[in-house]
């Protein structure tokens, strides 16, 4: 038997049914509707490339059956396409030819696509007419959800992108009107695509170079250390000037008090003399204490390539041009890793500094401490 628009209606029927109430869920792109614009465009297009009544009747049941597979598999789900709509046809009747022709289209809509027949041919630039249409990547976006909701392909936007690239350069039209008619859309569909890759890498390379610097809370970080580290040795210089003030009034004291009174009572020689040292004793720690250490104050443009200067503290450049420093500068600043590997060996040199300041200091404290006990100890045992 010969197809006849009876077959075909029951064709319709058939698989609008099936995909209707089978169709897994989730799917966004081969549903109904996709068939549907299957079919209308498989006749469009044969009519653009004057098939027979025949040849277009066995092209609309195969553009019926072609994606039916769907409901049971996804991949490799032509062959399942095929085998349906062969057991159909047998239920029809229908010459064993035709059923042939039908399966032989379905089989050839699988990429790489490679038809042979004018009837495959037609099918498969039905299929994939959406390349060339203004629609595209609204349908292509459909594609990517089922694919994820399949468990397929779960690809990201940018990889989905990368993959459409690819298929976009294997695909080519098999019917003369799709190439004269749709070669065009295509082309600026893919020029729009290549544009969305381009940005979406541009994007990625952003937000790696972003990913590899610095957050504001290591700004941060580095701004309340440093004032921390001021305020110590703001502290520590408070400190220092204290005890050089108070030991410096007590030298003067004793020489203009105590000295006077030696010849009248030469017992308060050794315990003044004591008391004298130990306060020299804690103004010499106490100005080692405040007393800065400059450098050379000059750097190679070797040094600046290697990474070895800290250009923040002034005693690495106070001697030198202007012009050298603005260029060490501008090194520095346009290179992240170095820009805070310098702030750190600023906080670490300010770290020394201020440890040495305490540990001075320290032993200051500790000299006038012992020094006021032995020259009070002193004096006493020489009174008693």
């Not at 295509?186 to 979406?200: S, T, V, Y």
């Not at 009034?249 to 006077?260: D, E, K, P, R």
């Amino acid at each position: 038997m010969k197809m006849n628009e009876t077959i075909i209606r029951e064709a319709e029927k058939f698989v609008t049914s099936l995909l209707k109430n089978e169709t897994p869920e989730g799917y966004a792109y081969h549903t109904l509707n996709h068939t549907l614009e299957v079919v209308k465009n498989a006749v469009f297009i044969g009519t653009k490339e004057n098939l027979s009544e025949d040849e277009m009747s066995t092209l609309r049941v195969a553009a019926w059956f072609h994606d039916v597979g769907y409901i049971k598999t996804y991949k490799g789900h032509e062959k399942e396409s095929a085998a349906m709509a062969a057991k159909f046809l047998e239920r029809q009747g229908v010459d064993e030819n035709i059923c042939d022709a039908v399966s032989e289209c379905i089989l050839a809509t699988a990429f790489p696509q490679n038809p042979q027949s004018r009837l495959a041919k037609v099918l498969c630039d039905a299929d994939f007419i959406h390349l060339g249409q203004n629609n595209y990547f609204e349908l292509a976006e459909k594609l990517r959800q089922e694919q994820k909701m399949a468990g397929v392909h779960k690809l990201k936007k940018a990889e989905f992108d990368q993959e459409s690239l690819k298929l976009f350069k294997e695909h080519s039209w098999h019917t003369a009107f799709c190439k004269d008619k749709l070669d065009e859309p295509k082309q600026k569909n893919l020029e729009i695509l290549k544009e969305l890759i381009a940005k979406q890498t541009t994007k990625t390379k952003m937000k790696a170079a972003k990913s590899k610097s610095y957050s504001r809370g290591v700004d941060s970080m580095f701004k309340l250390t440093a004032r921390n580290q001021i305020n110590l040795s703001h502290i520590a210089d408070n400190k220092s000037n204290i005890l050089i003030s108070l030991n410096g009034i007590i030298i003067s004291l004793a020489l203009a008090t105590l000295v006077s009174k030696f010849k009248q009572e030469p017992v308060i020689i050794v315990p003044t003399i004591i008391f004298i040292l130990f306060s020299l004793s804690t103004i010499v720690l106490a100005i080692l204490s405040t007393r800065p250490n400059i450098s050379s104050g000059k750097f190679t443009r070797e040094d600046i390539k290697q990474k070895k200067v800290n250009l923040i503290f002034f005693g690495n450049f106070y001697n030198m041009a202007l012009e050298e420093y603005e260029w060490a500068v501008a090194e520095m600043i346009n290179d992240d890793p170095y820009l805070y590997s310098t702030l750190t060996k600023d906080q670490y040199s300010l770290g020394k500094v201020l440890a040495k300041k305490y540990r001075l200091l320290r032993w200051a404290y500790n000299v006038f401490m012992v020094g006021l006990v032995i020259s009070v100890g002193a004096f006493l045992f020489v009174f008693i």
